[in-house]
């Protein structure tokens, strides 16, 4: 699997944007990018997904650099609950269903 | 929101004996998973579970471990003889499509195997 490097941890205050960035330059046409997060005490939670374009939901959004060699999740307006592990992860599209975790990045948000 | 569910929440037990975790995943779901994180350390792909089948495993998924859907709601991990290496969180988790886009996690169970 490609591998993806992400900042040990991030901070940000509370009702701010956070941008959570993740490189991944061995990435492959048919690699997909997920994100999901683990809050504390807590299984893993899918956040979002994309291949090449960039994607919203109700949880975040992902930017994909043109070259898609990185992504960014931006969660738009942090709240204390979004204290947890992002972990971005690819996953070939002809691979079985095994997600690689990584160490991830541990987000701090300050009241 | 439909959400997978896992019991116990904490197992405690001696080396050498046997554990099954339980889990139910989420009803309309037909793909089933098994992780693990250590205290500290990576969460870690056990098996994947589809058809009745195995479809997937890891390394760590040797001869000790094993899986079943006994029924049409159940989903089991047995660990045969536990060691003190099997202490771990372990997470069920399910899918509704063969390829894990988004996959549905169970908050976990604790085994601590003393």
């Known amino acids: 699997d490609a591998k993806t490097t992400q900042p040990n941890s991030m901070e940000s205050n509370e009702e701010e944007p956070v941008h959570l960035p993740c490189n991944h330059s061995?990435?492959?046409?048919?690699?997909?990018i997920h994100w999901y997060r683990q809050l504390p005490s807590q299984g893993p939670e899918y956040v979002i997904h994309?291949?090449?374009s960039n994607v919203n939901n109700r949880m975040a959004s992902l930017a994909i650099a043109e070259d898609r060699k990185s992504s960014t999740l931006i969660l738009h307006r942090a709240t204390l609950r979004d204290a947890a592990v992002y972990y971005c992860?690819?996953?070939?599209?002809?691979?079985?269903?095994?997600?690689?975790f990584g160490g991830g990045t541990r987000l701090m948000v300050k009241p | 929101e439909p959400e997978v569910t896992q019991t116990p929440s904490h197992q405690v037990t001696q080396m050498g004996q046997e554990v099954i975790l339980r889990c139910v995943p989420i009803s309309n779901h037909l793909y089933f998973y098994w992780y693990r994180q250590i205290l500290g350390q990576k969460v870690e792909f056990l098996v994947s579970f589809y058809n009745n089948e195995i479809s997937e495993k890891s390394e760590i998924f040797d001869d000790q471990f094993s899986v079943e859907r006994p029924d049409g709601s159940n989903f089991t991990l047995k660990i045969r003889s536990t060691k003190l290496e099997d202490s771990a969180m372990y997470f069920c988790?399910?899918?509704?499509?063969?390829?894990?886009?988004?996959?549905?996690f169970g908050p976990g169970t604790r085994l601590t195997v003393l």
């Open positions: 988790a399910s899918s509704e499509a063969r390829v894990m886009t988004q996959g549905f």
């Open positions: 061995t990435i492959s046409g048919t690699d997909y």
């Open positions: 992860i690819l996953r070939h599209n002809n691979a079985g269903n095994m997600l690689t």
């Open positions: 994309g291949l090449t």
